[in-house]
């Protein structure tokens, strides 16, 4: 059977209501992976996406961070946070198992500058998410990790690798950081498919006409171990989302994997 997987940084899931659920009836994913939902527990609108088909599990505070998997099929042992985190980690990290799956959804802190204390905490965050991963799982067995990771890896994946090199999300210190947690025995699925430039899942609402000038960031990703990347069929970037009315300023990227 086949299993399609999208993650969508919807910077406010009450606030992008409409788009999800419209995003969702047209395309029928089996799996939404969600970041920065924004919202605490009791009002996440687990009942919208129930109307549609899908069962819901996440974590979440007001205002910021949030993180959550919807899924047509039934979720199995959920779990939250890096397990050597408090709660303020809880947020980022949700995990759950879907058709035998593991999946883990990540929202990576931002960074915020390169000489912000944060910085080193996004960097610690990456360490600390491959220790998780040697503890947790095997890269011989399947696993998915999606999600807002917050770093473009390389030069085809920012508009203007010249002009932005060494701001946060394209720096050389979160560059490695990533790696690092990749060369665990993740393949990058997106790049498997689409090895060209040109296609991002971040455009910035300060740029005027991102999206139509091409001026985005491809920092949101879906990967795999071998076992699930073997099997993947395709990858794409879906920009409606992101000229909607009232968008985030990330869009959809989904992936389809034979399971």
Request: with cysteine.
């Amino acid at each position: 059977m086949s299993l399609t997987v999208a993650t969508f940084n919807v910077n406010s899931v009450r606030a992008r209501l409409p788009i999800v659920t419209a995003w969702l009836s047209d395309h029928a994913p089996d799996v939404l992976c969600l970041q920065e939902t924004k919202v605490e527990d009791g009002k996440f609108p687990a009942d919208d996406f129930g109307e549609l088909g899908y069962n819901a599990v996440y974590r979440g505070e007001k205002g910021y961070n949030g993180v959550a998997i919807l899924s047509r099929e039934p979720i199995d042992a959920p779990r939250f946070g890096l397990d050597d985190d408090g709660p303020a980690d809880e947020a980022r990290l949700i995990r759950a198992v879907i058709h035998g799956v593991p999946i883990v959804n990540t929202y990576v802190p931002q960074g915020r500058d390169p000489e912000d204390p944060f910085f080193q905490y996004k960097l610690e965050w990456f360490g600390r998410l491959r220790r998780y991963f040697e503890r947790e799982f095997t890269p011989d067995a399947p696993l998915l990790w999606v999600g807002d990771l917050n770093v473009a890896p390389e030069d085809i994946d920012v508009h203007d690798p010249v002009r932005l090199r060494g701001h946060v999300g394209f720096h050389p210190d979160e560059q490695a950081a990533f790696a690092r947690v990749v060369e665990w025995g993740f393949t990058d699925i997106f790049r498997k498919h689409e090895p060209g430039a040109g296609q991002y899942t971040f455009y910035d609402y300060r740029a005027k006409n991102a999206v139509d000038k091409g001026t985005g960031w491809r920092v949101d990703h879906i990967l795999a171990t071998a076992p699930l990347a073997q099997t993947s069929q395709a990858a794409w970037i879906d920009l409606a989302p992101r000229v909607a009315e009232r968008p985030s300023d990330h869009t959809v990227l989904a992936a389809t994997f034979e399971i």
